[in-house]
Protein backbone atom coordinates (compact mmCIF):
# COMPACT_ATOMS: atom_id res chain seq x y z
CA UNK A 1 0.00 0.00 0.00
CA UNK A 2 1.15 3.74 -0.30
CA UNK A 3 3.12 5.36 2.47
CA UNK A 4 0.46 7.24 4.55
CA UNK A 5 3.37 9.81 5.56
CA UNK A 6 6.26 11.00 3.32
CA UNK A 7 8.30 13.97 3.26
CA UNK A 8 10.93 15.15 1.60
CA UNK A 9 14.24 16.32 1.81
CA UNK A 10 12.96 19.83 2.70
CA UNK A 11 15.93 21.94 3.14
CA UNK A 12 17.71 20.25 -0.70
CA UNK A 13 14.18 21.45 -2.13
CA UNK A 14 15.29 25.26 -0.87
CA UNK A 15 18.81 25.02 -1.44
CA UNK A 16 16.77 24.79 -5.50
CA UNK A 17 16.61 28.95 -4.86
CA UNK A 18 14.39 30.80 -6.75
CA UNK A 19 13.33 27.15 -8.20
CA UNK A 20 11.86 25.68 -5.25
CA UNK A 21 8.80 24.75 -4.33
CA UNK A 22 7.89 22.38 -1.05
CA UNK A 23 4.18 21.34 -0.53
CA UNK A 24 2.67 19.51 2.26
CA UNK A 25 -0.99 18.13 1.10
CA UNK A 26 -3.75 15.65 2.05
CA UNK A 27 -4.99 13.71 -0.30
CA UNK A 28 -7.88 11.37 -0.96
CA UNK A 29 -7.41 7.89 -2.69
CA UNK A 30 -10.06 6.41 -4.70
CA UNK A 31 -10.49 3.27 -6.64
CA UNK A 32 -9.16 3.53 -10.33
CA UNK A 33 -12.10 3.73 -12.91
CA UNK A 34 -12.28 0.13 -14.67
CA UNK A 35 -9.48 -1.17 -12.60
CA UNK A 36 -9.73 -4.86 -12.08
CA UNK A 37 -7.89 -5.60 -9.17
CA UNK A 38 -8.83 -3.56 -6.03
CA UNK A 39 -7.27 -5.98 -3.39
CA UNK A 40 -5.42 -2.49 -1.78
CA UNK A 41 -8.76 -0.91 -2.08
CA UNK A 42 -10.68 -3.56 -0.23
CA UNK A 43 -7.84 -3.91 1.92
CA UNK A 44 -7.94 0.14 2.97
CA UNK A 45 -11.30 -0.53 3.39
CA UNK A 46 -11.29 -3.02 5.66
CA UNK A 47 -8.45 -1.18 8.13
CA UNK A 48 -10.80 1.95 7.56
CA UNK A 49 -13.58 -0.20 9.12
CA UNK A 50 -11.92 0.12 12.77
CA UNK A 51 -11.70 3.88 14.04
CA UNK A 52 -8.51 2.86 15.88
CA UNK A 53 -6.98 2.67 12.67
CA UNK A 54 -5.62 5.78 10.68
CA UNK A 55 -7.65 6.26 7.41
CA UNK A 56 -5.53 4.18 4.65
CA UNK A 57 -7.13 5.93 1.93
CA UNK A 58 -5.44 9.63 3.28
CA UNK A 59 -2.22 10.27 2.09
CA UNK A 60 -0.20 12.88 4.43
CA UNK A 61 2.70 13.94 2.30
CA UNK A 62 5.40 16.70 1.97
CA UNK A 63 7.20 16.55 -1.42
CA UNK A 64 9.74 18.54 -3.53
CA UNK A 65 8.19 19.86 -6.79
CA UNK A 66 10.66 20.02 -9.13
CA UNK A 67 12.20 16.92 -8.01
CA UNK A 68 8.75 14.58 -7.35
CA UNK A 69 6.58 15.91 -9.86
CA UNK A 70 8.45 18.18 -12.65
CA UNK A 71 5.72 18.73 -14.59
CA UNK A 72 3.56 20.65 -12.21
CA UNK A 73 3.94 24.55 -13.20
CA UNK A 74 5.63 25.83 -10.55
CA UNK A 75 6.27 29.72 -11.32
CA UNK A 76 3.43 32.00 -10.71
CA UNK A 77 0.90 28.78 -10.38
CA UNK A 78 -1.99 29.06 -8.27
CA UNK A 79 -2.71 26.88 -5.04
CA UNK A 80 -5.45 25.69 -7.39
CA UNK A 81 -3.33 24.99 -10.26
CA UNK A 82 -0.71 23.24 -8.09
CA UNK A 83 -3.81 21.06 -6.63
CA UNK A 84 -4.74 19.57 -9.90
CA UNK A 85 -1.12 18.88 -11.09
CA UNK A 86 -0.09 16.86 -8.25
CA UNK A 87 -3.19 14.75 -7.72
CA UNK A 88 -2.44 14.16 -11.73
CA UNK A 89 1.14 12.94 -10.79
CA UNK A 90 0.59 11.02 -8.18
CA UNK A 91 -2.55 9.41 -9.66
CA UNK A 92 0.03 8.22 -12.26
CA UNK A 93 2.19 6.66 -9.55
CA UNK A 94 -1.07 4.97 -7.83
CA UNK A 95 -2.27 3.26 -11.15
CA UNK A 96 0.11 0.19 -10.47
CA UNK A 97 -2.15 0.39 -7.20
CA UNK A 98 -5.31 0.27 -8.95
CA UNK A 99 -5.57 3.99 -7.42
CA UNK A 100 -6.02 7.34 -8.36
CA UNK A 101 -5.69 10.30 -6.11
CA UNK A 102 -7.37 13.94 -5.26
CA UNK A 103 -5.40 16.80 -3.46
CA UNK A 104 -7.96 18.31 -1.05
CA UNK A 105 -5.89 20.13 1.34
CA UNK A 106 -2.55 21.73 0.38
CA UNK A 107 0.33 24.11 1.42
CA UNK A 108 3.38 25.53 -0.70
CA UNK A 109 6.60 27.04 0.60
CA UNK A 110 9.57 28.65 -2.07
CA UNK A 111 12.85 29.68 -0.77
CA UNK A 112 11.00 32.78 0.80
CA UNK A 113 9.94 32.55 3.95
CA UNK A 114 6.05 33.34 4.50
CA UNK A 115 5.99 35.48 7.58
CA UNK A 116 7.31 38.99 7.97
CA UNK A 117 8.59 40.99 10.51
CA UNK A 118 5.91 43.43 11.23
CA UNK A 119 5.52 46.91 13.91
CA UNK A 120 3.92 44.14 16.23
CA UNK A 121 6.78 42.00 16.10
CA UNK A 122 8.98 45.26 16.66
CA UNK A 123 7.09 46.43 19.68
CA UNK A 124 7.02 42.85 21.55
CA UNK A 125 11.18 43.45 20.86
CA UNK A 126 11.30 46.08 22.12
CA UNK A 127 9.48 45.39 25.22
CA UNK A 128 11.41 41.83 25.93
CA UNK A 129 15.06 43.93 25.37
CA UNK A 130 14.02 46.18 27.92
CA UNK A 131 13.05 43.99 30.35
CA UNK A 132 16.47 41.82 29.63
CA UNK A 133 17.96 45.41 30.47
CA UNK A 134 16.56 46.28 33.36
CA UNK A 135 16.78 42.43 34.97
CA UNK A 136 20.51 42.69 33.72
CA UNK A 137 20.85 46.57 35.50
CA UNK A 138 18.84 45.38 38.72
CA UNK A 139 20.89 42.15 39.10
CA UNK A 140 24.64 43.89 38.91
CA UNK A 141 23.07 46.83 41.34
CA UNK A 142 21.57 44.34 44.32
CA UNK A 143 24.41 41.73 43.29
CA UNK A 144 27.03 44.67 43.87
CA UNK A 145 25.29 46.18 46.99
CA UNK A 146 25.74 42.52 48.37
CA UNK A 147 29.92 42.68 48.80
CA UNK A 148 28.96 45.92 50.85
CA UNK A 149 28.36 45.84 54.57
CA UNK A 150 25.07 44.71 55.53
CA UNK A 151 24.54 48.56 56.76
CA UNK A 152 25.53 50.10 53.47
CA UNK A 153 23.78 46.89 51.91
CA UNK A 154 20.23 47.74 53.88
CA UNK A 155 20.66 51.28 53.29
CA UNK A 156 21.09 50.91 49.47
CA UNK A 157 17.95 48.57 49.28
CA UNK A 158 16.16 50.45 51.47
CA UNK A 159 15.43 53.30 49.39
CA UNK A 160 12.71 53.82 47.04
CA UNK A 161 15.01 53.09 43.77
CA UNK A 162 16.44 50.28 45.85
CA UNK A 163 13.16 48.31 46.69
CA UNK A 164 12.25 48.50 42.90
CA UNK A 165 15.90 47.14 41.70
CA UNK A 166 15.08 44.31 44.20
CA UNK A 167 11.77 43.12 42.65
CA UNK A 168 14.00 42.73 39.14
CA UNK A 169 16.85 40.80 40.75
CA UNK A 170 17.69 37.62 39.66
CA UNK A 171 19.93 36.82 42.88
CA UNK A 172 17.25 38.61 45.18
CA UNK A 173 14.54 36.09 43.30
CA UNK A 174 16.67 33.37 43.41
CA UNK A 175 16.65 33.85 47.67
CA UNK A 176 13.12 34.22 47.73
CA UNK A 177 12.15 31.16 45.74
CA UNK A 178 14.80 29.56 47.86
CA UNK A 179 13.29 30.78 51.47
CA UNK A 180 11.93 27.73 53.62
CA UNK A 181 8.78 28.25 55.35
CA UNK A 182 9.24 27.71 58.86
CA UNK A 183 5.40 27.70 59.47
CA UNK A 184 3.17 24.72 60.71
CA UNK A 185 0.91 25.10 58.49
CA UNK A 186 2.93 25.58 55.43
CA UNK A 187 5.01 23.00 56.28
CA UNK A 188 2.07 20.46 56.16
CA UNK A 189 1.25 21.51 52.78
CA UNK A 190 4.70 21.20 51.55
CA UNK A 191 3.52 17.79 49.83
CA UNK A 192 1.32 19.92 47.10
CA UNK A 193 4.25 21.36 45.93
CA UNK A 194 5.92 17.73 44.83
CA UNK A 195 2.32 16.87 43.57
CA UNK A 196 2.32 19.59 41.50
CA UNK A 197 5.46 19.17 40.34
CA UNK A 198 4.95 15.66 39.26
CA UNK A 199 1.68 16.59 38.20
CA UNK A 200 3.11 19.48 35.91
CA UNK A 201 5.77 16.72 34.43
CA UNK A 202 2.68 14.20 33.69
CA UNK A 203 1.13 17.06 31.68
CA UNK A 204 4.35 17.79 29.72
CA UNK A 205 4.94 14.49 28.90
CA UNK A 206 1.20 13.62 27.60
CA UNK A 207 1.57 16.98 25.63
CA UNK A 208 4.91 15.92 24.48
CA UNK A 209 3.25 12.26 23.23
CA UNK A 210 0.35 13.87 21.67
CA UNK A 211 2.96 15.87 19.92
CA UNK A 212 4.85 12.92 18.64
CA UNK A 213 1.73 11.13 17.49
CA UNK A 214 0.47 13.48 15.50
CA UNK A 215 2.90 14.00 13.32
CA UNK A 216 4.61 12.19 10.29
CA UNK A 217 5.39 8.68 11.34
CA UNK A 218 7.10 6.26 9.51
CA UNK A 219 5.31 3.32 11.51
CA UNK A 220 1.72 3.85 12.02
CA UNK A 221 0.86 0.69 13.18
CA UNK A 222 1.88 1.97 16.74
CA UNK A 223 -0.07 4.36 16.90
CA UNK A 224 -3.43 1.83 15.63
CA UNK A 225 -2.07 -0.62 18.48
CA UNK A 226 -1.85 2.01 20.96
CA UNK A 227 -5.75 1.55 22.25
CA UNK A 228 -4.97 -2.10 23.47
CA UNK A 229 -2.08 -1.06 25.49
CA UNK A 230 -2.43 -0.75 29.55
CA UNK A 231 0.25 2.04 30.06
CA UNK A 232 -1.10 4.12 26.88
CA UNK A 233 -4.27 4.55 28.67
CA UNK A 234 -2.46 6.64 31.20
CA UNK A 235 -1.95 9.21 27.96
CA UNK A 236 -4.56 8.54 25.92
CA UNK A 237 -6.89 8.80 29.35
CA UNK A 238 -5.15 10.92 30.93
CA UNK A 239 -6.63 14.37 30.59
CA UNK A 240 -8.39 13.67 33.71
CA UNK A 241 -5.49 14.38 35.92
CA UNK A 242 -6.01 18.05 35.54
CA UNK A 243 -8.62 17.08 38.00
CA UNK A 244 -5.46 17.28 40.69
CA UNK A 245 -4.56 20.48 39.86
CA UNK A 246 -8.43 21.73 40.59
CA UNK A 247 -8.60 20.40 43.54
CA UNK A 248 -5.09 21.70 44.81
CA UNK A 249 -6.24 25.45 43.95
CA UNK A 250 -9.69 24.57 45.63
CA UNK A 251 -7.91 23.47 48.51
CA UNK A 252 -5.73 26.66 49.10
CA UNK A 253 -8.43 29.02 48.23
CA UNK A 254 -10.85 27.90 51.08
CA UNK A 255 -8.08 27.27 53.69
CA UNK A 256 -6.89 30.49 52.88
CA UNK A 257 -10.20 31.84 52.64
CA UNK A 258 -11.27 30.99 56.22
CA UNK A 259 -7.58 31.45 57.24
CA UNK A 260 -7.72 35.05 56.78
CA UNK A 261 -10.88 36.18 57.74
CA UNK A 262 -10.32 34.69 61.26
CA UNK A 263 -7.88 36.98 61.78
CA UNK A 264 -9.61 40.56 60.58
CA UNK A 265 -13.51 41.71 59.74
CA UNK A 266 -15.02 40.15 56.66
CA UNK A 267 -15.02 42.76 53.59
CA UNK A 268 -15.30 42.56 50.18
CA UNK A 269 -11.92 44.77 49.41
CA UNK A 270 -10.47 42.05 50.82
CA UNK A 271 -12.66 39.55 47.85
CA UNK A 272 -11.76 42.22 45.60
CA UNK A 273 -8.05 41.95 46.61
CA UNK A 274 -7.66 38.41 46.38
CA UNK A 275 -8.73 38.33 42.67
CA UNK A 276 -7.03 41.11 41.39
CA UNK A 277 -3.72 39.87 43.17
CA UNK A 278 -4.52 36.42 41.14
CA UNK A 279 -4.93 37.91 38.04
CA UNK A 280 -1.86 40.06 37.97
CA UNK A 281 0.09 37.05 38.99
CA UNK A 282 -1.17 34.85 36.16
CA UNK A 283 -1.63 37.36 33.78
CA UNK A 284 1.57 38.68 33.39
CA UNK A 285 3.48 35.84 32.65
CA UNK A 286 0.95 34.53 30.56
CA UNK A 287 0.47 38.02 28.45
CA UNK A 288 4.67 37.09 27.72
CA UNK A 289 3.89 34.00 26.30
CA UNK A 290 1.01 34.94 24.13
CA UNK A 291 2.94 38.28 22.96
CA UNK A 292 5.99 35.69 21.94
CA UNK A 293 3.73 33.11 20.02
CA UNK A 294 1.87 36.16 18.47
CA UNK A 295 4.97 37.64 16.93
CA UNK A 296 8.19 36.12 16.86
CA UNK A 297 7.54 32.32 17.29
CA UNK A 298 7.23 31.74 13.57
CA UNK A 299 10.31 33.31 13.13
CA UNK A 300 12.55 30.90 14.60
CA UNK A 301 12.97 28.15 12.10
CA UNK A 302 11.32 26.67 8.39
CA UNK A 303 10.67 23.12 8.14
CA UNK A 304 8.21 20.61 5.86
CA UNK A 305 5.28 21.03 9.00
CA UNK A 306 6.88 24.05 10.72
CA UNK A 307 3.23 26.20 9.31
CA UNK A 308 0.94 23.35 10.64
CA UNK A 309 2.63 22.85 14.23
CA UNK A 310 3.26 26.39 14.55
CA UNK A 311 1.87 28.93 11.85
CA UNK A 312 -1.22 27.83 13.23
CA UNK A 313 -0.63 28.81 16.77
CA UNK A 314 0.80 31.81 15.16
CA UNK A 315 -2.21 32.90 13.76
CA UNK A 316 -4.57 31.69 16.89
CA UNK A 317 -2.73 33.74 18.82
CA UNK A 318 -2.86 37.08 16.83
CA UNK A 319 -6.43 36.79 16.44
CA UNK A 320 -7.98 35.37 20.16
CA UNK A 321 -4.79 36.75 22.19
CA UNK A 322 -7.40 39.19 24.36
CA UNK A 323 -9.75 36.18 24.96
CA UNK A 324 -6.45 34.40 26.80
CA UNK A 325 -5.74 37.76 28.89
CA UNK A 326 -9.60 37.91 30.27
CA UNK A 327 -8.96 34.05 30.87
CA UNK A 328 -12.62 33.43 28.14
CA UNK A 329 -10.75 31.22 25.86
CA UNK A 330 -12.26 28.07 27.01
CA UNK A 331 -15.70 29.51 25.36
CA UNK A 332 -14.45 31.84 22.78
CA UNK A 333 -13.23 29.64 19.44
CA UNK A 334 -12.28 26.98 21.70
CA UNK A 335 -11.24 25.28 18.77
CA UNK A 336 -8.93 28.03 17.68
CA UNK A 337 -7.25 28.59 21.16
CA UNK A 338 -4.01 30.39 21.46
CA UNK A 339 -1.97 28.01 23.56
CA UNK A 340 -4.41 25.07 24.06
CA UNK A 341 -3.12 23.88 26.98
CA UNK A 342 -4.49 27.25 28.63
CA UNK A 343 -8.27 26.75 28.99
CA UNK A 344 -7.48 25.19 32.31
CA UNK A 345 -6.18 28.65 33.30
CA UNK A 346 -9.25 30.20 32.25
CA UNK A 347 -11.62 27.76 33.72
CA UNK A 348 -9.63 27.25 36.94
CA UNK A 349 -9.90 31.86 37.29
CA UNK A 350 -13.83 30.87 36.57
CA UNK A 351 -14.20 28.85 39.64
CA UNK A 352 -11.84 30.70 41.20
CA UNK A 353 -14.55 33.83 41.32
CA UNK A 354 -17.32 31.09 41.88
CA UNK A 355 -16.15 29.61 44.55
CA UNK A 356 -15.63 33.33 46.45
CA UNK A 357 -19.12 33.53 45.94
CA UNK A 358 -19.43 29.79 47.60
CA UNK A 359 -16.81 31.27 50.05
CA UNK A 360 -18.40 34.40 51.18
CA UNK A 361 -22.11 32.82 51.76
CA UNK A 362 -20.49 30.27 54.16
CA UNK A 363 -18.90 32.90 55.57
CA UNK A 364 -21.99 34.41 56.58
CA UNK A 365 -23.32 31.16 58.08
CA UNK A 366 -21.65 28.27 58.84
CA UNK A 367 -24.50 26.27 59.68
CA UNK A 368 -25.02 26.27 56.04
CA UNK A 369 -22.06 25.10 54.54
CA UNK A 370 -22.38 21.66 54.30
CA UNK A 371 -25.56 22.32 52.57
CA UNK A 372 -23.93 24.43 50.30
CA UNK A 373 -21.21 22.43 49.31
CA UNK A 374 -23.45 19.55 48.60
CA UNK A 375 -25.09 21.47 46.39
CA UNK A 376 -22.17 22.69 44.42
CA UNK A 377 -20.86 18.92 44.58
CA UNK A 378 -24.27 17.87 43.01
CA UNK A 379 -24.33 20.24 40.24
CA UNK A 380 -20.67 19.35 39.49
CA UNK A 381 -21.85 15.93 39.04
CA UNK A 382 -24.94 16.60 37.19
CA UNK A 383 -24.03 19.40 34.96
CA UNK A 384 -21.10 17.17 33.07
CA UNK A 385 -23.88 14.58 32.41
CA UNK A 386 -25.97 16.29 31.96
CA UNK A 387 -24.35 17.91 28.87
CA UNK A 388 -23.24 14.39 28.51
CA UNK A 389 -27.12 13.38 27.54
CA UNK A 390 -27.96 16.35 25.81
CA UNK A 391 -24.96 16.27 22.79
CA UNK A 392 -24.70 12.63 22.72
CA UNK A 393 -20.77 13.09 23.42
CA UNK A 394 -18.90 9.73 23.83
CA UNK A 395 -17.98 8.40 26.84
CA UNK A 396 -14.57 9.03 26.81
CA UNK A 397 -12.28 11.42 24.95
CA UNK A 398 -11.15 8.96 22.16
CA UNK A 399 -7.62 9.49 21.25
CA UNK A 400 -7.40 7.70 18.20
CA UNK A 401 -5.36 8.23 15.05
CA UNK A 402 -6.88 10.60 13.03
CA UNK A 403 -8.49 12.59 16.41
CA UNK A 404 -4.52 12.97 17.05
CA UNK A 405 -4.05 15.13 13.76
CA UNK A 406 -6.16 17.52 14.97
CA UNK A 407 -4.42 16.86 18.21
CA UNK A 408 -8.39 16.76 19.58
CA UNK A 409 -9.75 20.11 19.40
CA UNK A 410 -12.13 19.23 16.53
CA UNK A 411 -13.93 16.65 19.03
CA UNK A 412 -17.40 17.77 20.51
CA UNK A 413 -16.30 16.05 23.70
CA UNK A 414 -13.43 18.69 23.69
CA UNK A 415 -15.93 21.64 23.41
CA UNK A 416 -18.50 20.34 25.49
CA UNK A 417 -16.75 18.42 28.38
CA UNK A 418 -13.10 19.01 28.36
CA UNK A 419 -12.76 22.72 28.37
CA UNK A 420 -15.53 24.50 30.27
CA UNK A 421 -15.01 25.49 33.34
CA UNK A 422 -18.43 24.57 34.32
CA UNK A 423 -17.71 20.74 33.87
CA UNK A 424 -14.75 21.13 36.50
CA UNK A 425 -17.24 22.76 39.11
CA UNK A 426 -17.11 19.05 41.49
CA UNK A 427 -13.13 18.83 41.30
CA UNK A 428 -12.82 22.19 42.37
CA UNK A 429 -16.02 21.98 45.29
CA UNK A 430 -14.24 18.85 46.24
CA UNK A 431 -10.51 20.81 47.04
CA UNK A 432 -12.83 23.22 48.73
CA UNK A 433 -14.00 21.22 50.86
CA UNK A 434 -11.05 19.49 51.62
CA UNK A 435 -9.54 22.74 52.47
CA UNK A 436 -12.31 23.45 54.66
CA UNK A 437 -12.12 20.43 56.93
CA UNK A 438 -8.34 21.15 57.05
CA UNK A 439 -8.52 24.36 58.06
CA UNK A 440 -11.52 22.76 60.91
CA UNK A 441 -9.16 20.03 61.64
CA UNK A 442 -5.86 21.04 61.13
CA UNK A 443 -4.68 20.35 64.68
CA UNK A 444 -6.01 17.10 65.11
CA UNK A 445 -5.20 13.71 64.01
CA UNK A 446 -7.83 11.71 62.45
CA UNK A 447 -6.72 8.81 60.97
CA UNK A 448 -4.42 6.91 63.61
CA UNK A 449 -5.67 3.22 63.11
CA UNK A 450 -4.06 0.71 60.95
CA UNK A 451 -7.15 -0.45 58.82
CA UNK A 452 -8.20 3.70 58.44
CA UNK A 453 -4.27 3.84 56.72
CA UNK A 454 -4.76 0.70 54.67
CA UNK A 455 -8.33 1.96 53.69
CA UNK A 456 -6.61 5.19 52.62
CA UNK A 457 -3.92 3.54 50.42
CA UNK A 458 -6.99 1.45 48.69
CA UNK A 459 -9.32 4.67 47.28
CA UNK A 460 -6.37 6.77 46.67
CA UNK A 461 -4.97 4.96 44.12
CA UNK A 462 -7.67 2.40 42.78
CA UNK A 463 -10.07 5.48 42.21
CA UNK A 464 -7.84 7.78 39.83
CA UNK A 465 -6.15 4.46 38.02
CA UNK A 466 -9.75 2.76 37.59
CA UNK A 467 -11.37 5.90 36.10
CA UNK A 468 -8.35 6.19 33.66
CA UNK A 469 -7.69 2.61 32.94
CA UNK A 470 -11.40 2.10 32.15
CA UNK A 471 -10.22 3.57 28.75
CA UNK A 472 -9.12 0.29 27.52
CA UNK A 473 -12.66 -1.08 27.98
CA UNK A 474 -14.36 2.13 26.63
CA UNK A 475 -11.92 2.33 23.68
CA UNK A 476 -13.46 -0.89 22.34
CA UNK A 477 -15.15 -0.30 18.96
CA UNK A 478 -17.71 -3.75 20.03
CA UNK A 479 -18.86 -1.36 23.36
CA UNK A 480 -21.68 0.92 22.47
CA UNK A 481 -22.44 2.64 25.76
CA UNK A 482 -26.24 4.24 26.14
CA UNK A 483 -27.20 7.81 27.04
CA UNK A 484 -27.85 7.15 30.60
CA UNK A 485 -24.37 5.16 30.94
CA UNK A 486 -22.42 7.91 29.36
CA UNK A 487 -24.01 10.62 31.58
CA UNK A 488 -23.06 8.55 34.54
CA UNK A 489 -19.75 8.41 33.51
CA UNK A 490 -19.22 11.37 32.36
CA UNK A 491 -20.90 13.04 35.62
CA UNK A 492 -18.67 10.72 38.08
CA UNK A 493 -15.59 9.98 36.41
CA UNK A 494 -13.13 12.99 36.93
CA UNK A 495 -14.97 13.88 40.45
CA UNK A 496 -13.72 10.52 41.43
CA UNK A 497 -10.55 11.02 40.76
CA UNK A 498 -10.57 14.64 42.22
CA UNK A 499 -12.10 12.62 45.35
CA UNK A 500 -8.85 10.48 45.55
CA UNK A 501 -6.64 13.16 44.98
CA UNK A 502 -8.17 15.41 47.56
CA UNK A 503 -8.04 12.27 50.06
CA UNK A 504 -4.35 11.79 48.92
CA UNK A 505 -3.74 15.18 50.19
CA UNK A 506 -5.73 15.17 53.39
CA UNK A 507 -3.62 12.07 53.93
CA UNK A 508 -0.32 13.30 53.62
CA UNK A 509 -1.37 16.47 55.72
CA UNK A 510 -2.09 13.42 58.89
CA UNK A 511 1.48 12.17 57.98
CA UNK A 512 -0.09 9.14 55.73
CA UNK A 513 1.91 8.03 52.67
CA UNK A 514 4.70 6.15 53.85
CA UNK A 515 7.16 6.26 50.77
CA UNK A 516 4.30 7.99 48.33
CA UNK A 517 4.64 10.94 51.03
CA UNK A 518 8.49 11.02 51.49
CA UNK A 519 8.98 11.14 47.55
CA UNK A 520 5.79 14.57 47.31
CA UNK A 521 8.43 16.09 50.86
CA UNK A 522 11.57 15.96 48.86
CA UNK A 523 13.00 19.11 49.39
CA UNK A 524 14.65 19.63 45.90
CA UNK A 525 11.38 19.61 44.78
CA UNK A 526 9.65 21.85 46.79
CA UNK A 527 11.78 23.76 45.10
CA UNK A 528 11.39 22.78 41.79
CA UNK A 529 7.71 23.01 42.10
CA UNK A 530 7.56 26.69 42.61
CA UNK A 531 8.65 26.93 39.12
CA UNK A 532 5.57 24.61 37.86
CA UNK A 533 3.17 27.21 36.62
CA UNK A 534 5.67 28.88 34.21
CA UNK A 535 7.19 25.81 32.91
CA UNK A 536 3.04 25.03 32.06
CA UNK A 537 3.19 28.21 30.01
CA UNK A 538 6.06 27.66 28.12
CA UNK A 539 5.97 23.88 27.21
CA UNK A 540 3.53 23.60 25.17
CA UNK A 541 5.55 25.95 22.73
CA UNK A 542 8.72 24.39 23.09
CA UNK A 543 7.20 21.44 22.01
CA UNK A 544 5.95 22.82 19.03
CA UNK A 545 8.69 24.52 17.81
CA UNK A 546 10.22 20.74 18.33
CA UNK A 547 7.41 19.00 16.43
CA UNK A 548 7.08 21.86 13.45
CA UNK A 549 11.20 21.17 13.52
CA UNK A 550 10.72 18.09 11.93
CA UNK A 551 13.04 16.76 8.88
CA UNK A 552 12.02 13.38 7.99
CA UNK A 553 9.27 10.65 9.21
CA UNK A 554 9.71 9.36 12.90
CA UNK A 555 9.82 5.94 13.79
CA UNK A 556 7.53 5.68 17.02
CA UNK A 557 8.74 3.46 19.42
CA UNK A 558 8.42 3.69 23.32
CA UNK A 559 12.00 4.34 24.00
CA UNK A 560 11.72 7.38 21.36
CA UNK A 561 8.55 8.79 22.98
CA UNK A 562 10.50 8.60 26.55
CA UNK A 563 13.62 10.06 24.87
CA UNK A 564 11.52 12.84 23.25
CA UNK A 565 9.53 13.00 26.50
CA UNK A 566 12.35 13.72 28.94
CA UNK A 567 13.71 16.24 26.33
CA UNK A 568 10.71 18.37 26.45
CA UNK A 569 10.34 17.65 30.18
CA UNK A 570 13.95 19.77 30.72
CA UNK A 571 14.00 22.27 27.94
CA UNK A 572 10.27 23.16 28.94
CA UNK A 573 11.71 23.60 32.84
CA UNK A 574 15.01 25.79 31.87
CA UNK A 575 12.36 28.34 29.91
CA UNK A 576 10.21 28.16 32.37
CA UNK A 577 13.25 29.07 35.24
CA UNK A 578 13.64 31.78 32.70
CA UNK A 579 10.50 33.30 32.11
CA UNK A 580 9.61 32.35 36.22
CA UNK A 581 12.94 34.47 37.03
CA UNK A 582 12.47 37.63 34.36
CA UNK A 583 9.00 37.70 34.43
CA UNK A 584 6.59 36.27 37.32
CA UNK A 585 9.26 36.77 40.31
CA UNK A 586 9.34 40.75 39.71
CA UNK A 587 5.62 40.91 39.12
CA UNK A 588 5.17 39.27 42.19
CA UNK A 589 7.67 41.58 44.09
CA UNK A 590 6.52 44.78 42.34
CA UNK A 591 2.26 43.94 43.08
CA UNK A 592 3.47 43.17 46.72
CA UNK A 593 5.97 46.36 47.05
CA UNK A 594 2.90 48.43 45.54
CA UNK A 595 -0.35 46.93 47.57
CA UNK A 596 1.89 47.12 50.74
CA UNK A 597 2.68 50.94 50.04
CA UNK A 598 -1.82 51.49 49.57
CA UNK A 599 -2.10 49.52 52.79
CA UNK A 600 0.45 51.96 54.98
CA UNK A 601 -1.30 55.04 52.80
CA UNK A 602 -4.82 53.80 54.46
CA UNK A 603 -3.45 52.98 57.86
CA UNK A 604 -1.83 56.62 58.05
Known amino acids: MPELFHLDDFD ?9 LYCTFKMQLAPLDGA ?3 KVWETMQELNSSRK ?6 LRHGICVPFTCPNVVQNGSTNKIRQKGISDCYSAKLKGYGLKGHVTKIHCETEKSLYRVDYLDTIVAIVLLSLLVIVTYSSLYEGVARYKSKEDY ?6 KYGKIMQCFSIPKNWDRLSMVHTDPDANQLKCMNGMRFFSMIAVVVCHSFMASSCGFVSNPQYMEKMTFDPKAMLFLNGHTATQTFFVMSGWLLSYHFFLTFEKVHFQFTYILYAFVHRYVRLTIPLAVVVAINATWLPHLARGPVWDQAVGNEYRSCRKNWWANLLYVNNYYEERNMCLPHSWYLAADTQLFLYSLLLLSIIWKNRRI ?3 VFAASLIMGVLVPGILAYIHDIHIVLRAYPENLQTRLVNLPEWSYFMVPGH ?3 GGYTIGLIGGYLYYKNR ?7 TYQHILWFVVVFSFPLTVILLGLLLHDDNYTPSSLETAVY ?12 CLMIFGFTQNIGWLVKDIVMIPDLQFLGKFSYCVYLVHFTIILIRSGHTRSTIYISDPEMIHRAIGDVVISTVFGVVLCLFVEMPTSALEKLIMSKERKSKVG
Open 12 to 20: RCLMLGENA
Open 36 to 38: ADL
Open 53 to 58: NFRHDW
Open 154 to 159: DRITST
Open 369 to 371: ASK
Open 423 to 425: TSI
Open 443 to 449: NKKLFAK
Open 490 to 501: VGLSRNLYAFGM
